[in-house]
């Protein structure tokens, strides 16, 4: 089992930027990848970034060059930093982490991007 747990949501405004945390706790060591999903109201969930147990990135298009994913191995979590926010990526987003136990999700975290 795999507990992911994520903060850092809140409202900010366009051109802004928030970091999102994730904690994972439980078996940590069946974790293969780890990353970042968002649902958007009436749109279906979508990925935003991944990380790989190797340090492999891979971004959607539409956050490449303004969100950065990594992760701490130490603490066990993993970070979106969202820079250069617009409207469009008001969403919950989630957390995801992949094991050879199946697919683990957080709860969600409201980012809202507003003037």
């Known amino acids: 089992q795999v507990q992911l747990v994520e903060s850092g949501g809140g409202l900010v405004q366009p051109g802004g930027s928030l970091r999102l945390s994730c904690a994972a706790s439980?078996?940590?060591?069946?974790?293969?990848?780890m990353g970042w999903y968002r649902q958007a109201p009436g749109k279906q969930r979508e990925l935003v970034a991944l990380?790989?147990?190797?340090?492999?990135?891979n971004y959607a298009n539409s956050v490449k060059g303004r969100f950065t994913i990594s992760r701490d191995n130490a603490k066990n979590t993993v970070y979106l930093q969202m820079n250069s926010l617009k409207p469009e990526d008001t969403a919950v987003y989630y957390c995801?982490?992949?094991?050879?136990?199946?697919?683990?999700w957080g709860r969600g975290t409201q980012v809202t991007v507003s003037s």
């Open positions: 995801n982490a992949e094991s050879t136990y199946g697919p683990y």
């Open positions: 439980g078996s940590i060591f069946s974790i293969s990848r």
């Open positions: 990380i790989t147990s190797g340090g492999s990135t």
